[in-house]
T-cell receptor, first 114, second 114 residues
Framework: GESVGLHLPTLSVQEGDNSIINCAYS??????FIWYKQESGKGPQFIIDIRSNMDKRQGQRVTVLLNKTVKHLSLQIAATQPGDSAVYFCAENMGPGGYNKLIFGAGTRLAVHP | ETGVTQTPRHLVMGMTNKKSLKCEQH?????MYWYKQSAKKPLELMFVYNFKEQTENNSVPSRFSPECPNSSHLFLHLHTLQPEDSALYLC?????????????FGPGTRLLVL
């Protein structure tokens, strides 16, 4: 039979509200971070990235905050829309090492209700 | 569309079968990656290829055999798989393997091993 899968934390928000998705990363030497969005049946899609020499970076409707002291990353989505419903992953780059190696978190499911 | 395509999108195979997954990137990138995404674990890096050379094998069983004939194409050859290998197999690419930068993912191949 089917084994129990990963229990993803779920964030439920009302359409139009702001969403905040959090992520704790593991390696204090990581210096590049990415947020991905994965919709059902699709591969992860790049949303926004940030390097460790920054604390904040803004995109269109999204903002990423980086707190290196506590190894914490957050993704803020303004005016959340039904199309934002997906699983969101943070990823840290474990470089240097001569290549681009990403380690992914377990993900958070965002459910947007009308 | 991210510029990374994968075929087939779905595959069902028996434990004695041999099959191959194909990935092609149209982005002019020099690094390509295979990831496994299962219900039980976060996204896991399997293999990394830089300029057609394998630079990472993340302790992947030998029943998975990658091939990278050129910087645009990546294959994953499968033989004598186990039911626990059922998962979504994702291909990704990035521009410069020596830099910490975004990886772009394909839609994945959903594999079911019976």
């Amino acid at each position: 039979g089917e084994s129990v899968g990963l229990h993803l934390p779920t964030l439920s928000v009302q359409e139009g509200d702001n969403s905040i998705i959090n992520c704790a990363y593991s390696n204090s030497a990581s210096d590049y971070f990415i947020w991905y969005k994965q919709e059902s049946g699709k591969g992860p899609q790049f949303i926004i990235d940030i390097r460790s020499n920054m604390d904040k970076r803004q995109g269109q409707r999204v903002t990423v905050l980086l707190n290196k002291t506590v190894k914490h990353l957050s993704l803020q989505i303004a005016a959340t829309q039904p199309g934002d419903s997906a699983v969101y992953f943070c990823a840290e780059n474990m470089g240097p090492g001569g290549y681009n190696k990403l380690i992914f978190g377990a993900g958070t499911r965002l459910a947007v209700h009308p | 569309e991210t510029g990374v395509t994968q075929t087939p999108r779905h595959l069902v195979m028996g434990m004695t079968n041999k099959k191959s997954l194909k990935c092609e990137q149209h982005l002019g990138h020099n690094a390509m990656y295979w990831y496994k995404q299962s219900a039980k674990k976060p996204l896991e890096l399997m293999f990394v290829y830089n300029f057609k050379e394998q630079t990472e094998n993340n302790s992947v069983p030998s029943r998975f055999s990658p091939e990278c004939p050129n910087s645009s194409h990546l294959f994953l050859h499968l033989h004598t798989l186990q039911p626990e290998d059922s998962a979504l197999y994702l291909c990704a690419s990035s521009q410069d393997p020596a830099r910490e930068e975004t990886q772009y993912f394909g839609p994945g191949t959903r594999l079911l091993v019976l």
